[in-house]
């Protein structure tokens, strides 16, 4: 067994209790193993185990025997991504595919439902924190060996990958989530209690700027730059300058000339085929949802059949991009809802980063929203040429979002659990056992 699987498979071991006795922790190691993928990077027999079902399974084991009853955010936010769900199950059941919607349909309501069970535990600032720093250095376990990779090889053996067989193994995917994380270096960065964690955070930032440039995904260069220019929009200098050198450095380490002829068919997209494709398949995604306005034509529409019916020839290819990809799958009411949640979250993000920060929690709060609002915005520019609609790390975002509104308006900056009286009997009877536990096994 490799040295690797013994960590991993010591750390469930000694995590899968802790999840079972405070499953809020459960929430964090959750959003931590949606990205970091353990399962998939190990080469041993632990190859494959199924982690993140172990840590679900024992943090909802723990919520049976947790005495309050946690509630979800009451949010405009929180009832439009119920709404778009409720919505999906419609669109899945009238689906042209149905072989093809329902794992799809399926695979989206595990997200939510693991999010709600998030966004219900991490209820308190310090519980947030760590869910997003998890979610920041869970990408950046890649980006960093990934940037290392890109210099020592200077850039010849290709685009920069994520972990195999996972949502991010794909060059863009990659880039798309390193984008989406990026601002968290920026903001969180400073508020971390010691020196040299916030110059780390610095530096992860740049580095990770290198593994972005390193996918050579032309989407992820004008998200970086939708980025870096609203970091410039808001001030930060530091961050600015970090990324001109990571930027200067990743062309002084590679050849210059391939990335730029790369980057270069945004310009020339008629002249590079890929990129050529995009309008066909956006008109494709158009016709969809015209064809199919109240329900779309559910999950996974295009097939063979569906590009013949409407270009004259057969291909398969999603939309490649984030809205059109929503209306050819769920119509108009499925687009209007999904449109009102992602403009909503923007709104309410933009809302509490121009609060004054006046209190340390304020402030807190503040560099949380404009971590996810720079993040978000940068998603959703690198999403316009790809199939980003439904990843885990958008949901993740969008249900940060949701806390960190709910946390600010909330008194004392904590949402208050309801208690019950049965899971109050159900704890005290599992506190019973667990103390007596030791003396029976003595008598026998």
Same mark, same amino acid.
């Given at each position: ?83 778009? $769900?409720? %919505? ?44 997003? $720093? ?44 390193? =984008? ?39 989407? !992820? ?21 970090? !990324? ?24 020339? %997209? ?56 929503? %209306? ?21 993000? $933009? ?8 209190? /340390? ?55 208050? /659990? =309801?208690?019950? !009286? ?6 005290? $009877? ?15």
């Amino acid at each position: 067994m490799d040295y690797r699987d013994v960590i991993v498979a010591v750390s469930v071991a000694v995590g899968i209790p802790l999840c079972f006795r405070w499953p809020w922790i459960g929430g964090v190691v959750w959003g931590w193993f949606c990205f970091l993928y353990p399962d998939r990077v190990m080469i041993g027999l632990v190859h494959g185990t199924p982690f993140i079902a172990l840590v679900v399974f024992a943090t909802l084991a723990g919520l049976a025997f947790t005495s309050p009853l946690y509630q979800l955010p009451r949010s405009r936010e929180m009832y439009l991504l119920v709404a778009f $769900w409720a %919505f999906c199950a419609l669109t899945t059941a009238a689906a042209l595919y149905p072989e093809r919607a329902w794992p799809q349909f399926f695979r989206l309501s595990r997200i939510i439902l693991l999010i709600m069970v998030v966004m219900a535990f991490c209820q308190s600032p310090r519980r947030l924190t760590a869910l997003m $720093w998890g979610t920041a250095l869970a990408v950046a376990c890649y980006a960093v060996p990934g940037a290392l990779w890109v210099a020592v090889t200077g850039g010849h053996a290709g685009p920069l990958y994520g972990p195999r067989a996972s949502d991010i193994e794909n060059n863009n995917d990659f880039a798309a989530a390193m =984008i989406a994380t990026l601002p968290f270096f920026v903001f969180l960065g400073p508020t971390a209690p010691r020196p040299w964690m916030r110059h780390a955070a610095l530096g992860v930032f740049g580095i990770t700027v290198v593994a972005i440039l390193g996918t050579y995904s032309r989407a !992820a260069v004008l998200a970086l730059v939708a980025v870096l220019l609203l970091l410039a929009a808001l001030r930060q200098w530091r961050a600015l300058a970090v !990324a001109a050198v990571a930027w200067v450095a990743f062309l002084s380490v590679t050849a210059p000339q391939k990335w730029v002829r790369r980057v270069d068919t945004i310009r020339t %997209f008629s002249r590079e085929a890929s990129a050529a494709q995009r309008p066909q398949e956006w008109y494709v995604a158009l016709r969809l949802g015209l064809d199919h306005p109240v329900l779309g034509a559910g999950f996974q529409p295009f097939t063979p059949e569906t590009y013949l019916r409407y270009v004259g020839y057969e291909d398969y290819h999603n939309a490649h991009n984030f809205f059109l990809q929503v %209306f050819a799958e769920h119509g108009i009411p499925g687009l209007a809802l999904y449109t009102a949640l992602v403009v909503s979250t923007l709104a309410t993000l $933009w809302r509490m980063g121009r609060r004054p920060a006046i209190a /340390p929690t304020a402030a807190r709060f503040r560099a949380f929203s404009l971590a996810l609002l720079v993040g978000l915005v940068g998603y959703i520019v690198d999403a316009q040429f790809h199939v980003l609609s439904y990843r885990p790390i958008f949901f993740n975002l969008l249900a940060l979002a949701i806390m960190v509104d709910a946390l600010a308006r909330a008194p004392a900056h904590v949402i208050q /659990p =309801i208690h019950s !009286a049965a899971a109050e009997a159900r704890q005290r $009877w599992l506190r019973t056992v667990v103390q007596n536990f030791p003396q029976r096994g003595v008598r026998s």
